[in-house]
């Protein structure tokens, strides 16, 4: 690790005469926040189902990656990832019982680096998966606030055989902000940034937040925002033809909740409740979100503070049939990333060139100056943040495992998504090859790999996603 830059003042010396002593330009700020199983479907994406005015402060800020990859779309795997800066495959974690440190003991994360690079370093709510710390990424403990998760009591059914039960699914509560655990998180982030904003050195403060990820709880004010009748259900709520029947889930995730089926599809109204209850979540979040962005304006931090945004992966409202993540499909792997720098050239842009999760390490990293540890398996995309419409990336790469049975890889190019599922245990056997072509069929909904005309088309990418598959070891 190269030593630590200097963020003290320095003495110049003009025609052999000492100057004033002058400040070093300060290093910048980074505040780092995550987001749990937040889809890209609110105003900044160019949507207008959820409401999200705040987070559509950053984007005016900064720039929108419309096409931004988690590694694997469920929450250990993808965070290990993002924060170690490497692939699953490299990390070991493909489930949520893994610690990366495991496989990668002496791995350097994103706050680490920051870390031991003079910055103070501090995390609060879900940065890494919940129940799982890493002390050495922190200047001190990592904390996040204790709260009731419901505001009514549950009454929580004794159950179906083999499933574990949990409360309801969704909650209107009748409370302030600051009952539930995201708005405690708030709290906690407003009076940490005025304890860090009056420390010498810069900070890199990382706030995670839990909504929407299940049960989708908040204020009521939140549901308030939404008319019920007016939510529309997923346009295509049945499974792609032609993929392999283990390529999704059967929502085991949300189907552990009380008053969900155990098996079979929701009805809809289930399904409009669950929508209404998700979009409410995610409004409740944006508004927690906003009051740390108020602080970090009151406290005039904002002009010299990277601030990034991220949800750790896609979700699923129905589409498919299907809720919640674990799966390859556009809609669970297509994460929200926002992030804006001091002095942007262009800011509010868009950009659609294909980025991955494990871009954001080395892209923080190197606008910040630091260092990269060589370990990195993305590639900084600063470059896109001068000119959105620059060549690229060709393609971004995310994975899932199956039964312990297969490993399905995917590849998501400018126009096609590929995905090869293996046998876990031999990756020389091929069990079954997903192509879905987002030119004709942008909802997945098609797998066309089984197509004669298109086996010269499959031979290229599968050709193309060995070439690309960067920090795991390519299939034999």
């Known amino acids: 690790m190269a030593s630590a830059p200097s963020f003290t003042r320095r003495s110049l010396l003009l025609g052999g005469l000492a100057a004033t002593a002058l400040p070093q330009p300060r290093h910048p700020n980074v505040l780092f926040i995550a987001v749990d199983d937040l889809r890209p479907e609110f105003g900044c994406y160019g949507a207008t189902t959820i409401r999200t005015p705040n987070i559509d402060r950053i984007a005016r800020r900064g720039m929108v990656f419309l096409r931004a990859y988690c590694q694997q779309a469920v929450c250990s795997p ?7 800066g490497a692939r699953p495959d490299t990390t070991k974690v493909w489930d949520l019982v893994t610690h990366f440190r495991t496989a990668m003991p002496d791995v350097v994360t994103l706050p680490q680096l920051f870390k031991s690079n003079g910055y103070f370093v501090q995390g609060m709510g ?9 002390p050495p990424s922190w200047s001190v403990p990592w904390q996040t606030p204790d709260a009731p998760v419901y505001a009514k009591a549950a009454q929580v059914p004794s159950g179906r055989k083999g499933k574990q039960q949990r ?22 982030a ?5 304890e860090i904003a009056r420390k010498p050195q810069p900070f890199f403060l990382a706030v995670g937040f839990s909504k929407p990820h299940l049960p989708f709880i908040s204020p009521k004010k939140y549901w308030d925002l939404y008319d019920p009748a007016k939510i529309q259900l997923a346009p295509n709520p049945y499974r792609p033809k032609d993929a392999p029947e283990y390529a999704l889930t059967t929502s085991g995730e949300l189907r552990n909740y009380a008053g969900i089926p155990a098996e079979g599809p929701v009805s809809d109204a289930l399904a409009r409740q669950l929508k209404h209850g998700y979009y409410a979540a995610a409004s409740y979040t944006d508004a927690q979100i906003g009051k740390v962005l108020d602080e970090l304006d009151r406290l005039n931090l904002t002009g010299n503070t990277i601030i990034v945004l991220w949800g750790d992966h896609g979700w699923k409202l129905g589409e498919h049939g299907e809720w919640c993540k674990h799966s390859n499909v556009e809609n669970d792997t297509n994460a929200p990333l926002l992030l804006s720098t001091p002095g942007m050239k262009q800011p509010g842009k868009r950009t659609n060139r294909l980025v991955e999760f494990v871009d954001i390490f080395p892209t923080l990293a190197d606008l910040a100056g630091l260092p990269l540890p060589a370990h990195l398996e993305g590639t900084s995309f600063k ?5 959105p419409n620059r060549s690229w990336k060709s393609a971004a790469f995310s994975q899932y495992p199956r039964q312990q049975r297969y490993m399905g890889y995917s590849m998501r190019t400018d126009r096609y998504r590929l995905t090869v599922w293996l046998d876990r245990n031999d990756h020389s056997r091929t069990e079954a090859v997903e192509l879905y072509d987002h030119q ?13 005309a298109n086996a010269s088309l499959i031979g290229d990418l599968i050709k193309q996603w060995k070439r690309g598959w960067r920090g795991a070891t390519p299939p034999a």
Not at 383 to 387: A, E, M, N
Not at 440 to 452: F, L, S, Y
């Open 383 to 387: 470059p896109l943040l001068d000119d």
């Open 78 to 84: 993808s965070r290990s990832s993002l924060l170690t």
């Open 440 to 452: 004709t069929d942008p909802q997945e909904n098609r797998n066309i790999a089984k197509d004669p």
């Open 126 to 134: 879900k940065i890494f998966h919940g129940g799982y710390d890493d």
């Open 190 to 194: 407003i009076s940490t940034l005025r």
């Open 167 to 188: 409360g309801p699914a969704f909650e209107s509560g009748d409370v302030a902000d600051d009952f539930y655990k995201d708005g405690k998180t708030a709290t906690l």
